[in-house]
């Protein structure tokens, strides 16, 4: 699928999310994000439901373990044809590379978050203690990723023309903390457009609540689609 904008679902009830998704006419070609709080909840039987009626899927799980535990969890993730999977980038090479072994019988895409588009330079600094420029951490953790076998990563849609340039035009950059002019930037901290985004060479971007909390989801939805586009 071409530059995919995939939708976040964050819902605290799986009735809610399917009333969500109704909203959408059945040619829509929806790629939907499934994360932790959907997954914690309704597991893999949901994941199986959605992929059945023929949604993208992107799970994203963050993990983040020791090698063994994350290479054992990514051979199971390979079996459920799932699209994409995230894991921390900050488990280290070798986990990073434990995952895309685990992974290898199937077409899953392995991605790294670099640093979460919820923290910015100060809680990098303040809280993290790590003494580099965001741009230069998220850089050498996509690094990282990309020496290691991932297929991509998350970051800030405003760090992917340096990422590209340290690795590659093809290793994947998929981007949240996308935010329409109008929106409300909440608890994110790396921001874009969805424009923004497109003009910095994002390949996939990842919105969540500009559109599952619209009074009019499918509307809001198309709305940042022509933006993207
Ligand atoms: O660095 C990251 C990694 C993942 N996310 C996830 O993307 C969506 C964004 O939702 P919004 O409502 O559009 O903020 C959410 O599911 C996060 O878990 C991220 O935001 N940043």
Redesign the pocket.
Known sequence: MDKPVIV???FADDFECIQFLSQFPKDTNLFL?I???MFCQFGYPFVRSLRNRGYNIFL?L?LHDIPNTVRRTCEMIAKWDVQML?VHASGGSEMIAAAKEGLASSDTKLLA???????GQTELKDELQIPLQSQDYVTHLAKLAYDNGADGV???ALEVPMIKEITSEDFLCVT????PKSAQV???K?VATPAKARELGSDAI????????ASDAFFAYKDIYQEWK
Request: hydrophobic share 30%; aromatic share 0%; glycine share 12%.
């Open positions: 976040a679902l964050d994000k994360g932790l709080e994203d963050k995230t978050v670099t640093q979460l588009t919820s923290l998350i970051s800030s949240p903390g996308i935010r909440g608890d994110q790396r990842v919105v969540g609540r500009p559109i599952t909390q």
